[in-house]
């Protein structure tokens, strides 16, 4: 079992920075590939960034450039740092796990956190 605690969420003016954290517990999860997904209101869930268990770092076109997905292996945490924030970045920030051997099926998620980008 793994549980996934986010936070840092808030209110940012566009154009600001704003990171996420995700805190990460359970046996093994280490191991495990570490996405960063979100929903705004009306729209499904969408991929955001992740990072694997040795690094390797993807990223939505939409975020490439702004945000940066990192994980620090002696926490079990795994952050992402959002730059120039636009109002389309607006909303709820899921942090998620599912080891790589087993496939996504096996994804666990957190409680998501709210980000809203506005002046």
């Known amino acids: 079992q793994v549980q996934l605690v986010e936070s840092g969420g808030g209110l940012v003016q566009p154009g600001g920075s704003l990171t996420l954290s995700c805190a990460a517990s359970?046996?093994?999860?280490?191991?495990?590939?570490m996405e960063w997904h979100r929903q705004a209101p009306g729209k499904q869930r969408e991929l955001v960034a992740g990072i694997t268990s040795i690094g390797r770092t993807n990223y939505a076109d939409s975020v490439k450039g702004r945000f940066t997905v990192s994980k620090d292996n002696a926490k079990n945490t795994v952050y992402l740092q959002m730059n120039s924030l636009k109002p389309e970045d607006t909303a709820v920030y899921y942090c998620?796990?599912?080891?790589?051997?087993?496939?996504?099926?096996?994804?666990?998620w957190g409680q998501g956190t709210q980000v809203t980008v506005s002046s």
């Open positions: 998620s796990a599912y080891p790589p051997w087993a496939g996504s099926l096996y994804r666990y």
């Open positions: 359970g046996s093994d999860v280490k191991l495990y590939t």
